[in-house]
């Protein structure tokens, strides 16, 4: 399987995307314009709160072509962030009292100067969240000693898992994906992460297989735990149960599969101005492998940066950039509906 990119696919184009999504009758559904919703709620233009969080997209190179994948991210994707912007991340941050750094992909421990990042971003005394997609450890020996390294840096490992059986997460990742998880899994759990009292936090991410949103994120752990403590002896911290966000290869999924309509407006009617007021967007700078600035990852794969004049991270301003009002688009339906979504899971 390619990337969208590589296939030259129409959905390949952020342009192309943002057409499709746009408000009005779509597919035999109507919807709405999202920032209507918002003015309807009291909640626009999205005003931010205080910088919290620096995600950074250190490159869309991956190991997996996942169906979902809003990154559209695969082996044949070649952009990745360089040093010197890396540098620039580095200059950020120590001009303000942004506390972490998120760090994703792609698969972000492909980037070549990964670790030197995490080490330079740890030295500055922030913590560091790495968005791991579990098989990267076991995909080369020279990713093996992921755990160990990550666990020398008191690094926060969140990973991918679709479900905690290997039907569904290989549906949705591909063949012999869960297997490796699982492998992987245990290398983490060896060293401590997710043991209770190693101060190691392994917090694992559920993405719906299908055209549905997620069901509650209490239960879903609940049930998490318990297959894979059964099954596998595998320990974890937290389940973040995330809804699929309708851009890129999971909205070429949705089209092609003729569900666009339905979850278009099952989003749109499980707006929840709750969700929408704890969005992820208000408190989290997102910084593109290229050092573009945005409000969030899915912003940063429609092509769509923050408002103002700071656009890039070598003019990285924290006051300037608390002046902006969040750029909103259709695709938002996502993170606010039902109880709401984000990199940390629910958000009402």
């Not at 990337?3 to 408000?23: E, F």
């Not at 679709?162 to 490796?180: H, I, L």
């Not at 809804?243 to 278009?264: C, H, K, Q, V, W």
């Not at 092509?303 to 103002?308: C, K, N, Q, R, Y």
């Amino acid at each position: 399987m390619k990337s969208l990119k590589a296939t030259g696919s129409q959905l390949a184009d952020p342009a192309y995307q943002l057409t499709v999504l746009q408000p009005g009758q779509a597919a035999g559904a109507y919807l709405p314009s999202f920032a209507q919703k918002m003015r309807e709620a009291g909640l626009f233009p999205l005003r931010p709160l205080a910088s919290a969080v620096l995600q950074v997209n250190v490159g869309k190179m991956c190991n997996q072509v996942c169906r979902h994948c809003h990154v559209d991210a695969g082996p044949d994707r070649k952009e990745i962030m360089t040093r010197e912007t890396m540098q620039l991340c580095l200059d950020a941050l120590a001009q303000s009292d942004i506390a972490t750094v998120d760090l994703t992909g792609g698969a972000p421990e492909m980037n070549p100067d990964f670790r030197w990042f995490v080490e330079q971003i740890r030295a500055l005394g922030r913590h560091v969240i790495v968005r791991c997609n579990l098989t990267i450890i076991v995909a080369n020996k020279k990713y093996h000693d992921l755990p160990e390294f990550f666990k020398a840096h008191g690094v926060e490992v969140v990973s991918s898992l679709p479900f905690y059986n290997a039907s569904k997460t290989d549906r949705q990742r591909g063949d012999g994906v869960f297997e490796d998880s699982v492998r992987a899994l245990k290398m983490l759990n060896a060293v401590g992460y997710g043991q209770e009292g190693s101060g190691l936090t392994l917090n694992l991410v559920y993405n719906p297989a299908g055209a549905f949103m997620p069901s509650s994120q209490v239960g879903l752990e609940r049930d998490f735990k318990r297959a894979l403590l059964k099954d596998h002896g595998i320990v974890f911290n937290q389940l973040f149960a995330i809804t699929n966000i309708p851009i890129s290869r999971y909205l070429d999924y949705l089209i092609e599969s003729g569900n666009y309509a339905a979850y278009m407006e099952k989003l749109v009617t499980s707006f929840n101005p709750a969700a929408a007021a704890g969005v992820m967007c208000r408190s989290t700078v997102s910084v593109g492998w290229d050092g573009q600035l945005y409000d969030c990852d899915f912003n940063q794969m429609l092509d769509l940066p923050v408002a103002g004049p700071v656009r890039h991270i070598r003019d990285f301003d924290a006051a300037r950039l608390a002046e902006r009002a969040v750029v909103v688009n259709q695709h938002c339906y996502g993170c606010t509906a039902g109880a709401g979504s984000s990199c940390g899971g629910t958000t009402a």
